[in-house]
Nanobody
Framework: QVQLAESGGGLAQAGGSLRLSCAASARTFTSYVVAWFRQAPGNEREFVASISRHGGTQYYADSVKGRFTISRNNTKNTVYLQMSALKADDTAVYYC?????????????????WGQGTQVTVSS
């Protein structure tokens, strides 16, 4: 089992940047595929990005491709989401999630472990 804790959220101006971190308490962090999801008020939780166990493969939602970068440091048990060129539409609570499946999914139902979320607000 793994516990996840997000940090790094806050207020940013449109066009600015933020870096989110997801710290995991797992003895074998490389056993987990990790993803970021987000949920804006009144909307369903949506996929943002995911990364394979050793970081060699990443997937992105079309809405963030070219602006966001997911990465991981397995020696620190941490996954990052570097967000640049932020837009007001990026405003949401961002969650990291982990899965022990080998495949890298984009749907929330495939992820068994979730953090509490961190708020990102982008002012236009």
């Amino acid at each position: 089992q793994v516990q996840l804790a997000e940090s790094g959220g806050g207020l940013a101006q449109a066009g600015g940047s933020l870096r989110l971190s997801c710290a995991a308490s797992a003895r074998t962090f490389t056993s987990y595929v990790v993803a970021w999801f987000r949920q804006a008020p009144g909307n369903e939780r949506e996929f943002v990005a995911s990364i394979s166990r050793h970081g060699g493969t990443q997937y992105y939602a079309d809405s963030v491709k070219g602006r966001f970068t997911i990465s991981r440091n397995n020696t620190k048990n941490t996954v990052y989401l570097q967000m640049s060129a932020l837009k007001a539409d990026d405003t949401a609570v961002y969650y990291c999630a982990a899965s022990t499946t080998s495949a890298i999914y984009r749907t929330a139902s495939h992820y068994a472990y979730w953090g509490q979320g961190t708020q990102v607000t982008v002012s236009s």
